[in-house]
C-alpha cells in the first residue's frame, strides 16, 4: 500500500449526474503505440480539459489498460516488466533508476527547454505540469533502451506471483476507494467494480502450476484494449505441449483476423537474442506495414531478427468470423526467454490492430 493516495484514486472515479446522461461510454479500440525505454510510451490517462474528473463508466480500453497497471504497480510497456524481472526490481526501483538517468541527462536539453525547465520547477498549475511531462517525455526518448540480458531466461513462475501479490493489493486499494465514495455520497461505483472484476480475473488466471495460463494473463494485461473484459471480440488461448530443449525455442502462433483470414507466425529463438519469425498470410494482407511496426518496436531492446513472409491467394468465399483471436502453441516450460515473449506479443497486438484498422 506504499505511496497508495485514496483521495487521488476516488476523484478519478467521482461520478457527476448530467442532464440526458444515459450511462458509461463504450471502450473503444485505440492504435497501440510503440515499445519505448522509459514510461511514457502509453499515454497516462488525464481529465478531458474544463472538468476535475471523468464520469463513471468513461473510461476508455486504452486508459483502463493503463489505470489498472498502474494499480497493479506493474510498469506500461512488456519490455521495461522483462527489464525489472530480470533485475529484481519493483516499480518504485525501478521508476527510481530511470528518474537517476533523466537527472544525469539533463545536458540532453536544449538550453531553450532547460531553460523553461528550470522556471517550471515547483510550479503546480496544469499547464506546468503539462509542459514538464511532455519535456521529461522528449528527454525520455533520448536515453538509452532498456538492455535485457539476452542469457536469462524469465520465470513464468515469478510472473505468476507479481500478478498475485500486486493484484491483490490493487483490489485492497479498489475496496477501501469504494468504502470512502460511498461515505461521501458517490451512489455509481460501477467503475470501480469493474476494475476490481477485471483484476480479480487476472489473480485467478495467473498460476505457478499452470504457465499457460500465466502467459495467458500476461499477454492479455499487456493489450491496450484489455480483452479480459468479455464483449471486446477478441480472445487468446495458450496451448501447451510435451517437449524437449529444441521445442522451448519455438512458438507457432495462429491468429485468425476478420478480413485476412488466418495468419501463421512460427518463432525460432535462433541465438540468445536474436529470433527468426516466419509469416504465412494471404495477399493483400499488408505485409509492409507490419514489418514496419515489429522493427520499430524491437530496436528498443536490442533484438536480432528476421522476418519472413509467406504468401497465398486469397480464398474465393471467404467468410469473415465474428470475432478475432490467437492462439499459441509452446512447449510446456517453466522458464521462456524474454525475446520470444516480446516478439510473440507485438505479432499478435500489430496484426490485430491492423485488422482492426482495415480500410476495405
Keep these: 500500500m506504499e505511496n497508495f493516495n485514496l483521495n487521488h484514486l476516488i476523484a478519478k472515479f467521482t461520478y457527476k449526474v448530467t442532464p440526458n446522461q444515459t450511462g458509461g461510454a463504450k471502450p473503444q479500440s485505440s492504435p497501440a503505440q510503440n515499445f519505448t525505454p522509459a514510461a511514457s510510451s502509453q499515454p497516462q490517462y488525464t481529465p478531458p480539459a474544463g472538468t476535475s474528473s471523468p464520469q463513471m463508466g468513461a473510461l476508455g480500453g486504452v486508459d483502463r489498460s493503463v489505470y489498472i497497471k498502474d494499480l497493479m504497480k506493474l510498469p506500461k510497456n512488456m519490455n521495461e516488466l522483462m527489464f525489472m524481472l530480470q533485475k529484481n526490481l519493483n516499480q518504485m526501483q525501478f521508476n527510481r533508476m530511470f528518474d537517476a538517468q533523466l537527472a ?9 527547454q532547460a531553460q523553461i525547465l528550470a522556471q517550471l520547477q515547483g510550479l503546480s498549475t496544469d499547464a506546468a505540469i503539462m509542459m514538464k511531462n511532455q519535456l521529461n517525455s522528449q528527454l525520455a526518448a533520448s536515453l538509452k533502451d532498456l538492455q535485457i540480458s539476452n542469457a536469462q531466461m524469465i520465470s513464468i513462475a515469478d510472473i505468476a506471483s507479481l500478478i498475485q501479490t500486486n493484484g491483490k493489493d490493487a483490489v485492497t486499494k479498489l475496496i477501501l476507494a469504494m468504502a470512502n465514495a460511498s461515505k461521501q455520497g458517490v451512489n455509481d461505483l460501477s467503475q470501480l467494480k469493474e476494475t476490481a472484476k477485471l483484476i480479480n480475473a487476472s489473480i485467478a488466471l495467473a498460476s505457478t502450476e499452470n504457465p499457460s495460463q500465466t502467459l495467458k494473463t500476461l499477454m492479455l494485461l499487456y493489450l491496450p484494449w484489455l480483452p479480459l473484459q468479455e464483449g471486446t471480440g477478441f480472445d487468446l488461448e495458450i496451448e501447451t505441449t510435451e517437449g524437449g530443449s529444441t521445442e522451448d525455442s519455438v512458438l507457432i502462433i495462429t491468429i485468425t483476423t476478420i478480413n485476412y483470414g488466418e495468419i501463421t507466425a512460427t518463432l525460432i529463438l535462433e541465438t540468445q537474442n536474436s529470433v527468426h519469425t516466419n509469416i504465412q498470410c494471404i495477399e493483400t494482407f499488408p505485409k509492409d506495414e507490419l514489418l514496419l511496426r515489429l522493427q520499430n518496436e524491437q530496436k528498443h531492446y536490442s533484438m536480432e531478427s528476421v522476418i519472413s513472409f509467406e504468401t497465398k491467394k486469397s480464398p474465393a468465399n471467404h467468410q469473415p468470423p465474428e470475432n478475432q483471436n490467437a492462439k ?7 522458464e521462456i526467454s524474454p525475446y520470444l515473449l516480446l516478439a510473440a506479443h507485438s505479432l499478435i497486438r500489430n496484426t ?3 485488422d482492426r484498422d482495415f480500410a476495405g
Excluded: G
Aim: glycine share 0%; no cysteine.
Design 104 to 112: 544525469a541527462n539533463k545536458n540532453l536539453l536544449s538550453q531553450t
Design 328 to 334: 499459441i502453441n509452446m512447449s510446456h516450460t517453466n
Design 352 to 354: 490485430i490492430e491492423l
